[in-house]
């Protein structure tokens, strides 16, 4: 669980760093990323059907961007678009 952590961490930076996201933000975009991970890969590993492990995933991302994008005075959209590439059909 650690290492899917790690790669969804880093892929979600690669991603934001194709869009050129300001160097500062790249961290909170990874962590966005990898968090939205690790929420749809415990939903789904427990049986909650991939509908509901995409939600919460989702919802994850969107309170994380919306707390990073208040801290650091950002748009959300640096963070929510970086951070919802993991979750994209035939990423993982």
């Known amino acids: 669980m ?3 952590f790690i790669v969804g961490f880093f892929a979600t930076l690669s991603f934001a ?3 050129s996201t300001p160097k500062r933000q790249l961290i909170f975009c990874g962590l ?3 968090a939205g ?5 415990l939903l789904f590993n427990n049986n909650s059907g991939i ?3 995409n939600l919460g ?4 991302l969107t309170l994380m961007s919306r707390i990073f994008a208040a801290l650091e005075r950002h748009p959300v959209t640096v963070y929510l678009l970086a951070g919802i ?5 035939g990423a993982g």
Do not use: E, M, R, S
Not at 37 to 41: D, I, K, M, T
Not at 85 to 89: M, S, W
């Open 51 to 53: 509908g509901l492990a």
């Open 17 to 19: 760093v194709l869009f």
């Open 32 to 34: 966005t990323g990898a």
């Open 2 to 4: 650690i290492i899917q």
């Open 85 to 89: 590439f993991p979750l994209v059909p």
């Open 37 to 41: 991970w690790l929420v749809y890969l």
């Open 57 to 60: 995933a989702a919802f994850t």
